[in-house]
């Protein structure tokens, strides 16, 4: 069983940056995929972006540029840093780690319990 704390969530202004953390404990986290997903009220939840073992990323088009995912294995951390942020980047956000491949909406492992960011205007 592995578990995933987020953290770093908070409330900030259109333009500002903030820094996600999530720290996996529980199994071997160099084995695994991880992504962040945000969810908004009334939306499905999204990926935003994923990490693969080999550090390969991908980010969704709405957040390539201004959002940056990265992960510490001797820390059993992974990380978004987030800048520019807009009131639409509001949302709870998840991280999530799949065993061996990058997680997707519906094939994940595990999931953290989610840290709200708030963007206002």
């Known amino acids: 069983q592995v578990q995933l704390v987020e953290s770093g969530g908070g409330l900030v202004q259109a333009g500002g940056s903030l820094r996600l953390s999530c720290t996996a404990s529980g199994h071997t986290f160099s084995n695994y995929g991880l992504g962040w997903f945000r969810q908004a009220p009334g939306k499905e939840r999204e990926l935003v972006a994923g990490i693969s073992l080999g550090d390969r990323t991908n980010y969704a088009d709405s957040v390539k540029g201004r959002f940056f995912i990265s992960r510490d294995n001797a820390k059993n951390t992974v990380y978004l840093g987030m800048n520019y942020l807009k009131p639409e980047d509001t949302a709870v956000y998840y991280c999530?780690?799949?065993?061996?491949?990058?997680?997707?909406?519906?094939?994940?492992?595990?999931w953290g319990q989610g840290t709200q960011v708030t963007v206002s205007s």
């Open positions: 999530a780690a799949r065993l061996f491949v990058v997680p997707t909406t519906t094939t994940t492992d595990y």
